[in-house]
């Protein structure tokens, strides 16, 4: 079976393969009828054990406008909360016969130790601090259509970079974009070894901002902080918050990202996240492209050849 499980799987070719499908994915998601029967007589199963808006709604749609039979998981009323396992859960699901599995869960590792119990394919769509693959793609889509490529920008990380899994996959796809990184956080906000990555670490935002083409922000990920020390709202908005006084040091055409859920005055001054540079509302559109295309990509079609 084939799985997408992490950014750190794929080489550049893979990755430039699944941005042009999902190139094509957006042209039928324009058209009226925004339909395909690609994966007609297939079943999805959506499995998120953490809340999603974003990602789990726009799998459905994905599935569904490539004619599958989408069902959705609801964890909190399944017989989860009466203690049945992770792999119990799997098993149980593997039995129905699902054509994909895309599960969401806290624990890095967990949506590969499913994959290695169930015969369909699976896509992470979220493990704990370790990866976030279609978010990782859908951004560098995002990018590629406003900067017309990937390759030769500088694109700066800014926020709780230590437990962000979309920061990791994000810095695994655009290094092997060749893409100049910065990571831009407080101390206590940046991950042991940072030093050891092939990123530029900053702890300043005026210095770490300054001539990027690409300002991607990122929430306090307050339910991963156990044992850590989270700065005050308005301390880390003081020091931390993108305002237009921040954004100036970037270049003038650069554009503004956030993976969401958004928390205005926290990260971002409402007026940026909702102004000309945003592209954060496109990056919600690319994710139903990317998604599309992925399942197209990993879901052998109906007729029995590969998608
Ligand atoms: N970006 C993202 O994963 O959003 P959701 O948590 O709403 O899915």
Same mark, same amino acid.
């Given at each position: 079976?084939?799985?997408?499980?992490?950014? =750190?799987?794929?080489?550049?070719?893979?990755?430039?393969?699944? /941005?042009?499908?999902?190139?094509?994915?957006?042209?039928?998601?324009?058209?009226?009828? !925004?339909?395909?029967?690609?994966?007609?007589?297939?079943?999805?199963? +959506?499995?998120?054990?953490?809340?999603?808006?974003?990602?789990?709604?726009?799998?459905?749609?994905?599935?569904?406008?490539? =004619?599958?039979?989408?069902?959705?998981?609801? #964890?909190?009323?399944?017989?989860?909360?009466?203690?049945?396992?992770?792999?119990?859960? @799997?098993?149980?699901?593997?039995?129905?016969?699902?054509?994909? %599995?895309?599960?969401?869960?806290?624990?890095?590792?967990?949506?590969?130790?499913?994959?290695?119990?169930? =015969?369909?394919?699976?896509?992470?769509?979220?493990?704990?601090?370790?990866?976030?693959?279609?978010?990782? /793609?859908?951004?560098?889509?995002?990018i590629r259509?406003?900067k017309g490529r990937i390759s030769g920008l500088?694109?700066? %990380?800014?926020?709780? %970079?230590?437990?962000?899994?979309?920061?990791?996959? &994000?810095?695994?796809?655009?290094?092997?974009m060749?893409?100049?990184?910065?990571? %831009?956080?407080?101390?206590?906000?940046?991950?042991?070894?940072?030093? &050891?990555?092939?990123?530029?670490?900053?702890?300043?935002?005026?210095?770490? /901002?300054?001539?990027?083409?690409?300002?991607?922000?990122?929430?306090?990920?307050?339910?991963?902080?156990? =044992?850590?020390?989270?700065?005050?709202?308005?301390?880390?908005?003081?020091?931390?918050?993108?305002?237009?006084?921040?954004?100036?040091?970037? !270049?003038?055409? @650069?554009?503004?990202?956030?993976?969401?859920?958004? +928390?205005?005055?926290?990260?971002?001054?409402?007026?940026?996240?909702?102004?000309?540079?945003?592209?954060?509302?496109?990056? #919600?559109?690319?994710?139903?492209?990317?998604?599309?295309?992925?399942?197209?990509?990993? /879901?052998?079609?109906?007729?029995?050849?590969?998608?």
């Amino acid at each position: 079976q084939r799985h997408l499980l992490a950014i =750190g799987d794929l080489e550049q070719h893979e990755i430039i393969d699944l /941005l042009d499908r999902s190139e094509a994915m957006v042209a039928v998601s324009r058209q009226q009828r !925004k339909s395909l029967s690609t994966l007609s007589g297939k079943t999805q199963i +959506n499995l998120f054990f953490e809340n999603s808006t974003r990602t789990q709604s726009s799998f459905e749609i994905a599935g569904k406008r490539l =004619g599958a039979l989408v069902v959705n998981m609801s #964890v909190k009323t399944s017989s989860v909360a009466k203690g049945e396992t992770l792999i119990d859960t @799997a098993a149980t699901l593997n039995a129905m016969r699902p054509d994909v %599995i895309v599960v969401r869960h806290g624990a890095a590792g967990a949506v590969e130790l499913l994959s290695q119990k169930v =015969g369909c394919s699976v896509i992470n769509a979220g493990d704990g601090g370790h990866e976030h693959p279609t978010q990782a /793609l859908l951004d560098a889509l995002t990018i590629r259509r406003h900067k017309g490529r990937i390759s030769g920008l500088t694109v700066a %990380i800014c926020g709780d %970079i230590a437990n962000s899994r979309v920061a990791r996959s &994000n810095l695994l796809l655009l290094g092997a974009m060749n893409v100049r990184t910065r990571v %831009i956080a407080p101390r206590t906000l940046l991950p042991v070894g940072i030093e &050891n990555l092939a990123t530029e670490v900053y702890t300043d935002m005026n210095e770490g /901002l300054r001539d990027v083409d690409v300002v991607m922000m990122l929430r306090l990920q307050h339910e991963r902080a156990s =044992g850590r020390l989270i700065p005050s709202t308005r301390e880390y908005y003081r020091f931390y918050g993108l305002d237009e006084e921040k954004l100036a040091n970037a !270049k003038p055409d @650069a554009i503004v990202m956030h993976p969401g859920p958004m +928390n205005r005055g926290v990260e971002i001054d409402p007026a940026i996240a909702d102004g000309p540079r945003s592209v954060i509302n496109d990056q #919600v559109e690319m994710g139903v492209a990317v998604r599309m295309a992925v399942l197209d990509a990993l /879901l052998p079609d109906s007729e029995g050849g590969q998608a």
